[in-house]
T-cell receptor, first 113, second 109 residues
Framework: DADVTQTPRNRITKTGKRIMLECSQTKGHDRMYWYRQDPGLGLRLIYYSFDVKDINKGEISDGYSVSRQAQAKFSLSLESAIPNQTALYFC????????????FGNGTRLTVT | GQNIDQPTEMTATEGAIVQINCTYQ??????LFWYQQHAGEAPTFLSYNVLDGLEEKGRFSSFLSRSKGYSYLLLKELQMKDSASYLCAPKGGYNKLIFGAGTRLAVHP
């Protein structure tokens, strides 16, 4: 079983719809992150959470919101989807410590038509 | 500002050695990560450097020069399965990780 699980793996939705992407982890990490990846661009941070009561905006948080329901669960919502939110979305976790690497889920491919 | 520069694409032959360079500018510096990402898959951790010098891990090595804002990933004895994108990711101030666009490596027989 994957340590970091994202659902759904693929999603097609229409402009204006609200959708939620879910992430759960069994690694016991406190820190969780949401990134998006677009062709030709690096991974960009949307939101991150260092523990259940801590939520922080990343570099591209506009149009997104998150919820940290438990240590193991971190969901990303698009309140009103628009076509330029079409991208590959990754959830990641990490342990504390500056040298702790990110552990990524398998990604959710989102298409907004 | 913050900027990461790495080649977009590289090709190499099976069994050869390839070096993927990365130059970076960040506000503050707290180490540099390299990740491998196969097409359509999640990135996976390869290496971490925080001090100057070479870190060797099997067929992969990573080098860092903090004064030059420069790192490279060295892949030896290339295999077909090494065809992937390689992401350079320095950690800047406030421990924020910044990803480059990646270098797509194609290994040919």
């Amino acid at each position: 079983d994957a340590d970091v699980t994202q659902t759904p793996r693929n999603r097609i939705t229409k402009t204006g719809k609200r959708i939620m992407l879910e992430c759960s982890q069994t690694k016991g990490h406190d820190r969780m992150y949401w990134y998006r990846q677009d062709p030709g661009l690096g991974l960009r941070l949307i939101y991150y959470s260092f523990d259940v009561k801590d939520i922080n905006k990343g570099e591209i948080s506009d149009g997104y919101s998150v919820s940290r329901q438990a240590q193991a669960k971190f969901s990303l919502s698009l309140e009103s989807a628009i076509p330029n939110q079409t991208a590959l979305y990754f959830c990641a976790t990490s342990d504390r410590g500056g040298n702790s690497p990110l552990h990524f889920g398998n990604g959710t491919r989102l298409t907004v038509t | 500002g913050q900027n990461i520069d790495q080649p977009t694409e590289m090709t190499a032959t099976e069994g050869a050695i390839v070096q993927i360079n990365c130059t970076y500018q960040t506000s503050g510096f707290n180490g540099l990560f390299w990740y491998q990402q196969h097409a359509g898959e999640a990135p996976t951790f390869l290496s971490y450097n925080v001090l100057d010098g070479l870190e060797e891990k099997g067929r992969f090595s990573s080098f860092l020069s903090r004064s030059k804002g420069y790192s490279y990933l060295l892949l030896k004895e290339l295999q077909m399965k090494d065809s992937a994108s390689y992401l350079c990711a320095p950690k800047g101030g406030y421990n924020k990780l910044i990803f480059g666009a990646g270098t797509r490596l194609a290994v040919h027989p």
